[in-house]
């Protein structure tokens, strides 16, 4: 298996559509169809907030990553979340999500991002030990906050 990205495009709607999913259906994300393809579907056409990468082959993704883009004066620029990492069941602990982060500074080094951010589960340590293999940290004196609209 590869950790191969190809920047998600219209073409690949139904299969990146079937991949989140089987994501939000595993940590228990309801949304109704339709929303999520509407949340989908701007990715690929292009808009400058965001871009979802496939991962493996493009004919037949094992997973999928969404990097959500904002600008940050404290990193000197355009920053970026990671929205969603997605890998298979039947193909996870070959190192592909590993992989897939190491390959994402590559992916996006030609859009000038400074920074990338992403949440974890604090309950999580094996997730927690991924992401920290592949360079992430705990900012200390911070913690991510949220309000929805």
Sequence with gaps: MS??????TTEHLDRLDALVSAFHVEE??????????????PLLEGIPHGAAYLIGPARAPIGYVVISFGWSLEFGGLDGFLDE????????GRGIASET??????????????????????????????????????????MLMTRRF
């Design 3 to 8: 950790a191969s990205l190809t920047l998600a």
């Design 28 to 41: 228990g994300i309801t949304m109704t169809p339709e929303a999520r393809r509407g949340g989908i579907a």
């Design 85 to 92: 990492l997605y890998v298979r069941p039947g193909v996870r």
């Design 101 to 142: 982060l190491q390959a994402l500074p590559r992916a996006l080094a030609g859009a000038g991002l400074k920074a990338l951010h992403l949440e974890v589960d604090r309950t999580a340590p094996d997730k927690q030990k991924l992401y920290a293999r592949a360079g992430f940290r705990e900012r200390p004196h911070y």
